[in-house]
């Protein structure tokens, strides 16, 4: 048996680099679907066990901000009637006040101060 070097031409070679992308493509679009219908069965499941139990509910959505915010510079949006039923209304805009006040408290004292001593003996 004789191995040959064959060179395939430039047009052939490019159809059959597409083909085999596409191929790809289309095993990867099947991939994440079944992952995603695997993901909707999951959610499903889940939700009969929060049903007839909105304690259970309630934690695993507050469990859900908690993973959230435990990321430095993370940001969670989450709807007003969520954080109504979490009872996390007041505390929440209580607590992100309190962060900008915090955070601006030390550049005012440096920028209140007056530039100009004759301006505080008037």
């Not at 070097?5 to 059959?16: G, H, N, S, V, W």
């Amino acid at each position: 048996m004789e191995i040959r070097d064959i060179i395939i031409p430039k047009e052939l070679e490019d159809a059959m680099s597409r083909q085999a992308q596409a191929e790809r493509e289309r095993q990867s679009r099947i991939i994440l679907s079944k992952a995603e219908m695997e993901i909707a069965a999951s959610f499903e499941k889940a939700s009969e066990h929060y049903r007839n139990n909105p304690v259970a509910l309630h934690l695993r959505a507050m469990n859900m901000v908690f993973e959230g915010l435990k990321k430095k510079g993370a940001m969670i949006i989450v709807p007003s009637t969520a954080v109504e039923t979490m009872g996390l209304g007041a505390m929440g805009g209580l607590t992100a006040f309190d962060r900008i006040l915090g955070s601006d408290q030390g550049s005012a004292e440096t920028t209140d101060a007056p530039e100009d001593s004759d301006a505080r003996d008037t």
